[in-house]
């Protein structure tokens, strides 16, 4: 099929346009410009995931007549966007001649002091409901209006309502330093990095000691991370930092028992006990294989429980429950699933399991709150503690010079069995899950298991579950990469039962979403970053740099038509880096380490052959543009093998070349680590996220000398330019 276009016969039929007015793509072109018109059984189930009806041509009618009732019955949308410094108005459904009111309260909860001005709608044609000819007006949004999450109310004749107003700025303003240079720093698996003081996995005072010694040893401004979601309380642990439980909350696995301020209330007994469980799980930190997450947490809760039950001061008791006081609800819902998790295992699909029994309202969760108090207690404290270490890490590399700090990680989504969903199913599609469609590299799609959040939920609410998610990743870091940004425009939803490629795209109000990270982010005076890699519609990467979010630009990726394009023609707004996690360490890459394993893991979909010559292709135009570049003398590919570091060295000296804003090098490639972090298309088939960090000949890197390694040194003179 050549056509672009779905025909007009199409566009009318009820299914087509029902579709379309929810946000529910009912065609899209693919990676290679191929076009594809959605099923109508796959508009169905989404539709349905969504929770409108469209099982026959009765529920479609009625669906359509329900939304638009819906829509214009309301006297104004539930959230409103508006722009910092510029003149904004909201549409308001009136009944003919009648006059609306309007007012707004301010985040602080005070009265905006001026009156809003009223004026004409924006000329649609009047929509009856009840017999009554439903127009509409527009309120004047002021251009004074502060930044924050406002409250507007609206009233016309005796009905009033109100709407969740965001006024955002235009862009996130980019640091000072950045306007006319750019910032560097490194990238890092906090749990493959270890000390000798770390119990098996790299944690929270490794990340303190990890950004101060970045600091003061080589000169950078910020560390991105892994992400730091929360994950499940009892072993065994999910590797893959990328399916967290909750993205409202942080992985109490990473805290460091030594370093909370209740250690040094333990009488001898307890201390030794503390000791004694560290001393078991030491050895760990020396295993160069794979990092054993299941090990760490078996004793490392044990020494958590002995702090908790040696209590707290009084002040400390009241800065935990002000805290407790504070995240409310949603730390009830994540404490309340973990207590779950913890005394009747772990969740399943399974319909008697206790996550499909039970909701958050069931007797049977009260009475096991009310029978485990302490437990319940424990979990809360966990995460505060948790909170406590992450923002002591960045309060620490602020306190160094760090301009940045941490640069946070957010998943794209979360466990389909995890706290959020349970809690809250309202806020999250039932009956879809997050992937991708077919492309090159992955003929036939993903599906990553995650369910969508509800773009009509987000609606309806304010948007609260993405504010305070993006609220609280700002508290701990000085900046927020988006992994996947794409999905706040669209996101690729599958139907339970469907395949990848038989899904389609549902949009979301990317404006609101890139507003509030705005928002956060200036309050911050932070910085946001969003994962582009990839097919980017020309669309998005136009308001991704109207909003000011730096894309990514990777080296081995910046290529077109079989050569690679010189990192001066790279876009200024942009993060650069050589690599992924999704790829091996530029040794690896240099000695085709991606190319054994994928035909290892039995991941090609062609000959050993086909791959082998592509790869060896690609080497060599990354070869050619170093040298033609100037960033490598090219007498040293005649002995590659014994030339790799210099090779390594050029790759990076290319990035001091491109005019990206900021600038990131690999803790991997500094330390000559081969193997890949995560190998995609795999779970157990290869250690994903479980391998620490060495050096090329298969030495533990302990971070007690990681910034005394003379190739990291190296690195970093080049990265300081």
Known sequence: MTERTETADRLARPLIRLAKLVGVATSYVGMSHDYHEIADDVLVAVLAALGIDASNDEAIAASIRRILTERHGRLVAPTVLHTVGKEDSVLVNTPILAIPEASITLENGEDYPHRLEMGPGDGSQAYVINDKFIATASIHLPADLPAGYHTLHVKVGNRTQDATLISAPQKVPLLNEMEHGHLWGWMAQLYSIRSSASWGVGDYEDLKQMLVGAKQKTGADFILVNPLHAAEPVSPLTPSPYLPVSRRFVNFTYIRPESIEEYGRLDDNAAAQVRDLHAQVEPLNG??????????WRAKMGALWLIFKTGRSEERQAAFDAYKQAQGGELEAYATWCLCYDKWGAPSADPDNW???FTKDSAEIANLRNQYPDTLDFYRWLEWIAVEQIEGAQQAARKA?????????????????????????????????VGAPPDMFNQQGQDWSQPPLSPIDLENTGYRTYRDMVHGMFQQAGAVRIDHILGLFRLWWIPDGKPATDGTYVHYDSDIMLGILALEASRADGV???????????????????HGILGCAVEWFEQFDGKFRAPADWRPYALASVNTHDLPPVAGYLEYEHVKLREQLGLLTGPKEDFERSAQAEHQAMMTMLVDAGYLDESLLADEQTNEWQIIEAMYRALQGSPCKLLAASITDAVGEKRAQNQPGTNNEYPNWR?????GDGNVVSLDDLYDNAKLQQLAAIMRG
């Open 401 to 433: 010079g760090m301009r940045i700090g941490v640069m946070s990680d957010m998943a794209v989504g979360v466990h389909p069995l995890g706290a959020d969903v349970w809690w809250n199913p309202e806020r999250f599609a039932k009956g879809a899950t």
């Open 355 to 357: 996550e499909r029994k």
């Open 691 to 695: 391998i620490p960090l060495a050096d």
């Open 528 to 546: 946001v970053v969003g994962e582009d890699l990839g097919v980017v519609p020309e669309y998005v990467a136009a308001s991704l740099s109207a």
């Open 287 to 296: 295993d160069a294989q794979l990092i054993d997450r299941d090990a760490m």
